[in-house]
T-cell receptor, first 113, second 112 residues
């Protein structure tokens, strides 16, 4: 069984530029999550999708962050414009419905210069 | 609000020895799930073990086991026969309504 796939693995951009991250969850997993992990800390949830619907986006900074999950499979997380403080690892995870264990992708390390 | 606390930023263990990582949490819920995740330098979060709060029996997965004390809201991870490949950051996590709340992590090093 293929795991959660994320791309790119690394991204370096200048501040004020846009950036997008892509995630393909495990086949059959209806729930998809985006987490932000700052250096030396545990991940924090940005947004959770149940199929196509964003059911928890309370921690997503909506002035510059946006996300979509078209057709309830792949998802894209976008930042526009990026700020220096956005440098972090962005993790995608998926699970079956029912809030059980979540399976994570390898993450995207974003560096904003 | 639910919180998860890992009071040991760093731990060290000799290869083949046993080590215990501590975790406490705070919640008013009675039914929930707890997890330990391992994150090596590759950044891939790997599920190590899970515990359902309604189960009194402690979960075990090969060399990994937990000591779940519901009344004390404690959830420690024991790694037996430590191996070099166990070196990583370990995160305790609590499942709150579909959202994982993570602790700050414990960095485990394994000495040969």
């Amino acid at each position: 069984e293929a795991g959660v796939v994320q791309s790119p693995r690394y991204k370096i951009i200048e501040k004020k530029q846009p950036v997008a991250f892509w995630c393909n969850p495990i086949s059959g997993h209806n729930t998809l999550y985006w987490y932000l992990q700052n250096l030396g800390q545990g991940p924090e949830l940005l947004i959770r999708y149940e199929n196509e619907e964003a059911v928890d986006d309370s921690q997503l900074p909506k002035d510059r962050f946006s996300a979509e999950r078209l057709k309830g499979v792949d998802s894209t997380l976008k930042i526009q414009p990026a700020e220096l403080g956005d440098s972090a690892v962005y993790l995608c995870a998926s699970s079956t419905t029912g809030f059980h264990e979540q399976y994570f992708g390898p993450g995207t390390r974003l560096t904003v210069t | 609000a639910q919180t998860v606390t890992q009071s040991q930023p760093e731990m060290s263990v000799q290869e083949a020895e046993t080590v215990t990582l501590s975790c406490t949490y705070d919640t008013s819920e009675s039914d929930y799930y707890l997890f330990w995740y391992k994150q090596p330098p590759s950044r891939q979060m790997i599920l190590v073990i899970r515990q359902e709060a309604y189960k009194q029996q402690n979960a075990t997965e090969n060399r990994f086991s937990v000591n779940f004390q519901k009344a004390a809201k404690s959830f420690s991870l024991k790694i037996s026969d430590s191996q070099l490949g166990d070196a990583a950051m370990y995160f305790c996590a609590f499942n709150q309504g579909g959202k994982l709340i993570f602790g700050q992590g414990t960095e485990l090093s394994v000495k040969p």
